[in-house]
């Protein structure tokens, strides 16, 4: 007999008494909850149910308050944060009840378990590990005895070969076909003798467990209005009130299990100065969510509770009902971001149809949780240290700044894309061929509503968005072929073509390696391997995905020399040092052409003790040849975290000592973590590690002297990932010793990366002023920070939607920068202003060269042609079409001119009024 059938017999002796909640810790005395069952092999091959779950047990008579609550999970040897951490939300547990926390799955396999009280995505191992009931969300952390000593601890189990466990660890007795189950309910602080192997029996609370179990006053009438009250949380918090709205959303798919209700007849046009209280509410109950519709006037009676931030009403079966009276509606509010806090709350669940255009910023987690971060205005989110010096009063007014503007765009459910449960549903948004890219225009079509979740203000559709469904918005597309013509006769880019490693995890014998996997459980590229290994590709049939992406992108380029970053550093393996970079360049040659391209070979000297990733020229031979061998910097302490940098010298092929150029490419320490006492993060915005990177910059500016020397040449490139932004201090150090950042001045509003919802560029290419006077262009071919994740080959096979393309989209996480010069002669800047105009009005630019240069010049806004012009001796001016549509005007001047002026392009903005 399952134990849950004893503890259901015994509770009965206390059916019609007066329960109250209390405050609870488990003991062997029995006075607190305990964990009852863990099911931890969900979705495996012959696996009895389909999801991993833990299941509580109250063995007291009286109701206990879950809120605030969480069950947690570590690895078996793990002494770091817990980091599964699955809060219980606003729930209690019944006298003698159970109450079931569902986590992951491994695949597809196994019956559905019954609809859990809480839906987790923990990853629980099937073998050993540990699992924790903790009274807060905070995650325990620390060494066993700190871990089992620590005050929030409820209860605990470890099994397997656990570090942590009370008294004794289980050591066995968990499969696809068993679970660990304790003993009718006991708890004797041993966990090898409190639990044995049985049948999982997954027996949710249901509904009857919504709430703290308090018992509270009969429930008053209130206003929606008046639960929400004019602060962040309800006046009413506890109290059961009942009130009336129209339902505006309902979500009885996909995990909300709840309703949006607002008061009838409000919306439409509001002052956002004036309206200070929310006219919506979340109903919580899943019961309601499957029972009503949008348009139903409804009576509902509920306890207000503030959920993670969020006001709601939980209810249950028998505390609502549908009116048939007469309904005036409910009209969307149309209202305009950027928000601040104050506002966003007076519209917390409400139904919204946002004004004005908005750009995505943030697609990262798409293809995971179905989110999209937007940004109010005609940009994404600029990560504030690219645009403000760190720690000043202007990073500090654009992190507020970016608060105000960032929302998210959810899909009504709160379904984890990458669990093994959901791998098998198309995930909203995405599709095989569509963009859905940072950048991309977005405007709003049909109404959403406001809410908080995971710590985001979110934009809801009114039900769970599936694939193919109606989206609200529509989004425009961005995407490009090729880089923008940047001119000059040779062109320098740079890219970092995220680790890729020709010796994949499965060529690795120089120790063990850990799989990211597909949804099918095949390997996809490297988690993490023993000895420093590979960090690529799992295997060959992914290598082929990544190599092709890649390939794509350089050939699509356009440029003569690329520097490469985070390519395999084969000397690593046993190989030559430049096994990987040439096999790069053979899969080039072998979609280009042969001999299209050549790798410039590894010095004779190289540091000792390097990375297994390490940095690399290629070249067009036809073009272009190497003046010298390259040379590596050695001895430098500053670079003892990071790359040394890599220099060569070229110069056009047949063409004249004057015309020789050098490059030298960058690896700078990341931001992710510390190695000097100085690198502590100073929470100015650069993260870890500045104080290394800014001894590398110093280091580097040494070394550029050096191959400026042995080179002969003034004209010299600092190409590479320098992991800081525009405004961060090591570029500011190589800027304030005369160099310049080309694509920051040349490539207009673009960037080469994105993260935690912002872009910003860690790659540049500087430019010392000589090689800066022969610059024609400079463009930034937003490739691969802009796309979807889902598209990179690492994630391949994630979803049965397949998104993987052999295109130079997602080939990295960096998008490369192409800079345009002409190394033999001296280029004259052309200049251009333009003054705002209205429309109807021919705007004029005007356009200066050096006295006795002559161009044509020709203004494009997008692929449309929309003004012509002409410099003659120094002077010129362009004159463009009068019927420019009012607002802003992101343009380009394409100036084709003699030898003094060469081919550029130049980026300028045009605002046109009524």
Known sequence: MKKHVIARWAGAFVIGSTLVAIPASASPSGNGVVINEIYVNGGSAGATYLNKYAELYNPTNQAIDLSGWSIQYRPATGVANFSGVTPLGGHHIEPHGTFVVSGNSNAANGAALPTPDVVGTTAFSGSTGTIALSKSTTPLTGAPAAVLADSNLVDLIGYGTSNTFETAVKASGTSVTSSLQRTAGADTDNNSADF????????????????????VDPPVDATIEQIQGDGATSPLVGKQVTTKGVVTADYNTGGFSGAYIQTDGTGGDI?????????????????????VHTGDLVSVTGRVSEFNGMTELSTSAGNWSVLNTPVTGVTPAKVSFPMGETQRESLEGMLLLPQGRFTITNNYTTNQYAEIGLASGTK???TPTNVARPGSAAYTQAVADNARSLVTLDDGSSLNFLSAANQGTPVPWLTADNEVRVGAPTTFDDPVVLDYRNDLWKLQPTHQLTAGGNEPVTFGNTRTAAPRDVGGAIRLATLNVLNYFTTTGEDFTGGTCTYFKDRSGAPTT???????????AANAANLARQQAKIVAAINKLGADVVSLEEIENSVQFGLDRDASLNQLVDALNAAAGANTWAAVQSPDAVPTGEDVIRTGFIYKPAKLQTVGAS???????????????????????????????????????????????????QGDGQGASNYSRTLQAHALLDFADQVKQDAGTNTLFLSGDFNSYNQEDPVKIIEDAGYI?????????????????MVGSLDHVFATPEAFDKVAGADIWNINAYESVAREYSRYNDNVTDFYQPTPYRASDHDPEVVGFSPASKITKVTATVGPTRYGHPAVI????????????????????VGVGAIVDGRGHAVLDPRLKVGTHHLVIHVVGDKTIGTQDIPIDLVVTK
Request: with cysteine.
């Open 846 to 865: 005007t356009l200066s060269a050096k006295p006795g240069s002559n161009a044509f010049a020709y203004v494009t806004e997008g692929r449309a042609t």
């Open 380 to 382: 994404p989110i600029e």
């Open 526 to 536: 490297v988690d993490s391997c023993t000895n420093n290994g590979p960090r690529g």
């Open 631 to 681: 040379k590596i910097l050695i001895g430098s302490t500053a670079f003892d975290n990071a790359r040394e940098p890599l220099a060569q010298a070229f110069r056009p092929v047949g063409g004249p000592a004057d015309s020789t150029f050098a490059v030298i490419v960058n690896h700078f320490k990341s931001k992710s973590s510390s190695t000097l006492p100085q690198d502590d993060d």
């Open 271 to 291: 002052d956002l100065g004036t309206h200070t209280t929310s006219d919506g509410i979340f109903v919580f109950s899943s019961a309601f969510a499957s029972a």
């Open 741 to 757: 950042n080309v694509p920051e001045k040349l490539a207009g509003d673009k960037e080469t990366y994105q993260f935690d919802g």
């Open 196 to 215: 044995i192997s049985g049948t999982p029996l997954a027996e949710p609370c249901g509904d009857t467990c919504n709430g703290s179990g308090t018992p």
